[in-house]
C-alpha cells in the first residue's frame, strides 16, 4: 500500500496541534503570556509554506525500517512528531540565514526579520523556535531508549550546522577569488545543509528502529551527505536560473557574495576578460551588476554544465545506494532521489 498522500494528510494535520501543544498554558507562567502568543505567530508565520520533505521523510523512512505490522499509531504518531522537530530546526535555520544574508523574501512571503513589527527581535524568535523542539522532545518521547540518541543528533547537527553557515559566511572571494574552490564549496555544502537536511531525517528512523550501530550510520551518512551535495548544487543552479514564481524566493547569491557551485565553476572556464567583468560586478548589491555575471554564466553554457552534472551525480548516488545500503532498504534512499531528481524548487 502505497502511505504517501495518507502521511502527508496526517502530518500537515498535526502542525496546529502541536503548535498549541507548545504553547499551552500547561508549563508557561502567566508572566510570559504576550511572549508565548508571540512564539505562536513565531511558529505559524516561519514553519509551514515548504515542501516539508525534511520532515516526511522521517515518516517514509520508518515505513521502510519496519515490518508493517510494528508500525503501530503510537509509532507513526511519533515519527510525525520528530518530523515537525525537524521542519522546525529548518525554519530557525532559515530565519536566521535571511537575517545574516538580508535576503528579502522566504516561501513567496516577506522574511520574518522584514516585517515592521520584528526586525531583529527575530533573532530571538530563533533561539526560541530551536528551544521549542527540546520542549516537545522531552514531553513525547522521554519514556522511549532512544530519547537521548536523538536529543543528541539534534545538537550536533544543530553544532555542525553553525559551523557550515560559520565557514559560508567566512568565505570571500578576495582580490583573486582563491577562496572559492571546489572543495571549500563542498565543505560548505556539507556542514551547512546536508546534515540537517539529509542525514537528520533518516537518523532520527534509525534511531527509532533501534539501529544505533555506528557502521550503519555512517554508511548512511556517506549517502545522504552525497544528496546533500546534489541538492545544494540545485538550489545554486535555481538562484540564479530559477523562476522566483515558482521557487518563492529570489536570487541573492551573486548580490551576496556566496561561494556557489555556478562561480567556482564560472571561475574554472572564464577567460581573462570574463574573469575581470566577474571580479567588477560580483558581490555588488546591484541588479545591473548581477545581470553581468549571469551573462557570463550563460556564455560560459553552465545551464548545460548544470544538467550534465545532475546526470552524473544522479547516477552517482545510485551506485552508491546499492554499495551502501546493506542493512537498510534501498527504498529509504531512492525516495529521497525521486524527490530531489530534477526538482524545480
Given at each position: 500500500m502505497n502511505y504517501a498522500e495518507e502521511d502527508r494528510k496526517r502530518f500537515d494535520a498535526a502542525f496546529t496541534r502541536i503548535v498549541d501543544d507548545?504553547?499551552?498554558?500547561?508549563?508557561h507562567d502567566k508572566e510570559i503570556k504576550d511572549a508565548v502568543l508571540k512564539l505562536r505567530q513565531v511558529l505559524e508565520y516561519n514553519v509551514p509554506g515548504g515542501k516539508r520533505n525534511r520532515g516526511l521523510s522521517v515518516i517514509g523512512s520508518i515505513r521502510h525500517?519496519?515490518?508493517?505490522?510494528?508500525?503501530?499509531?503510537?509509532?507513526?504518531?511519533?515519527?510525525?512528531?520528530?518530523?515537525?522537530?525537524?521542519?522546525?530546526?529548518?525554519?530557525?535555520?532559515?530565519?536566521?540565514d535571511d537575517i545574516m544574508d538580508q535576503s528579502l523574501t522566504r516561501r513567496g512571503q516577506p522574511c520574518w526579520y522584514k516585517k515592521p513589527d520584528v526586525g531583529l527581535i527575530a533573532v530571538n524568535d530563533c533561539i526560541m523556535m530551536e528551544q521549542t523542539v527540546f520542549d516537545l522532545l522531552k514531553k513525547h518521547i522521554r519514556h522511549k531508549d532512544y530519547y537521548l540518541d536523538v536529543v543528541e543528533l539534534f545538537h550536533e547537527v544543530a553544532y555542525l550546522t553553525s559551523l557550515g553557515q560559520s565557514m559560508d559566511l567566512i568565505t570571500k572571494p578576495g582580490k583573486a577569488f582563491e577562496n572559492f574552490t571546489l572543495d571549500r564549496y563542498k565543505t560548505i555544502v556539507k556542514?551547512?545543509?546536508a546534515f540537517y537536511s539529509f542525514y537528520l531525517p533518516v537518523a532520527l528512523a534509525l534511531y527509532m528502529a533501534g539501529i544505533t550501530d555506528k557502521e550503519t550510520h555512517e554508511n548512511a551518512k556517506t549517502i545522504l551527505l552525497e544528496m546533500g551535495e546534489f541538492f545544494q548544487i540545485q538550489d545554486d543552479f535555481l538562484d540564479a536560473f530559477g523562476d522566483p514564481a515558482i521557487t518563492g524566493k529570489v536570487g541573492t547569491d551573486i548580490e551576496e557574495n556566496k561561494c556557489t557551485w555556478l562561480i567556482v565553476k564560472a571561475l574554472e572556464k572564464a577567460t581573462p576578460q570574463q574573469l575581470s567583468v566577474i571580479k567588477e560586478n560580483y558581490g555588488i548589491n546591484d541588479k545591473e551588476a548581477s545581470s553581468k555575471v549571469k551573462d557570463i554564466y550563460k556564455d560560459l553554457n553552465l545551464e548545460k554544465v548544470f544538467r550534465d552534472y545532475e546526470e552524473t551525480s544522479h547516477e552517482r548516488m545510485i551506485q552508491l545506494i546499492l554499495e551502501k545500503s546493506q542493512k537498510i532498504p534501498k527504498a529509504v534512499f531512492l525516495e529521497f532521489v525521486q524527490k530531489i531528481y530534477k526538482r524545480k524548487k
Amino acid at each position: 500500500m502505497n502511505y504517501a498522500e495518507e502521511d502527508r494528510k496526517r502530518f500537515d494535520a498535526a502542525f496546529t496541534r502541536i503548535v498549541d501543544d507548545v504553547v499551552s498554558n500547561e508549563g508557561h507562567d502567566k508572566e510570559i503570556k504576550d511572549a508565548v502568543l508571540k512564539l505562536r505567530q513565531v511558529l505559524e508565520y516561519n514553519v509551514p509554506g515548504g515542501k516539508r520533505n525534511r520532515g516526511l521523510s522521517v515518516i517514509g523512512s520508518i515505513r521502510h525500517l519496519l515490518n508493517e505490522e510494528d508500525v503501530t499509531e503510537d509509532v507513526i504518531n511519533i515519527a510525525i512528531l520528530l518530523g515537525w522537530c525537524v521542519e522546525w530546526f529548518q525554519a530557525f535555520f532559515l530565519v536566521a540565514d535571511d537575517i545574516m544574508d538580508q535576503s528579502l523574501t522566504r516561501r513567496g512571503q516577506p522574511c520574518w526579520y522584514k516585517k515592521p513589527d520584528v526586525g531583529l527581535i527575530a533573532v530571538n524568535d530563533c533561539i526560541m523556535m530551536e528551544q521549542t523542539v527540546f520542549d516537545l522532545l522531552k514531553k513525547h518521547i522521554r519514556h522511549k531508549d532512544y530519547y537521548l540518541d536523538v536529543v543528541e543528533l539534534f545538537h550536533e547537527v544543530a553544532y555542525l550546522t553553525s559551523l557550515g553557515q560559520s565557514m559560508d559566511l567566512i568565505t570571500k572571494p578576495g582580490k583573486a577569488f582563491e577562496n572559492f574552490t571546489l572543495d571549500r564549496y563542498k565543505t560548505i555544502v556539507k556542514y551547512k545543509t546536508a546534515f540537517y537536511s539529509f542525514y537528520l531525517p533518516v537518523a532520527l528512523a534509525l534511531y527509532m528502529a533501534g539501529i544505533t550501530d555506528k557502521e550503519t550510520h555512517e554508511n548512511a551518512k556517506t549517502i545522504l551527505l552525497e544528496m546533500g551535495e546534489f541538492f545544494q548544487i540545485q538550489d545554486d543552479f535555481l538562484d540564479a536560473f530559477g523562476d522566483p514564481a515558482i521557487t518563492g524566493k529570489v536570487g541573492t547569491d551573486i548580490e551576496e557574495n556566496k561561494c556557489t557551485w555556478l562561480i567556482v565553476k564560472a571561475l574554472e572556464k572564464a577567460t581573462p576578460q570574463q574573469l575581470s567583468v566577474i571580479k567588477e560586478n560580483y558581490g555588488i548589491n546591484d541588479k545591473e551588476a548581477s545581470s553581468k555575471v549571469k551573462d557570463i554564466y550563460k556564455d560560459l553554457n553552465l545551464e548545460k554544465v548544470f544538467r550534465d552534472y545532475e546526470e552524473t551525480s544522479h547516477e552517482r548516488m545510485i551506485q552508491l545506494i546499492l554499495e551502501k545500503s546493506q542493512k537498510i532498504p534501498k527504498a529509504v534512499f531512492l525516495e529521497f532521489v525521486q524527490k530531489i531528481y530534477k526538482r524545480k524548487k
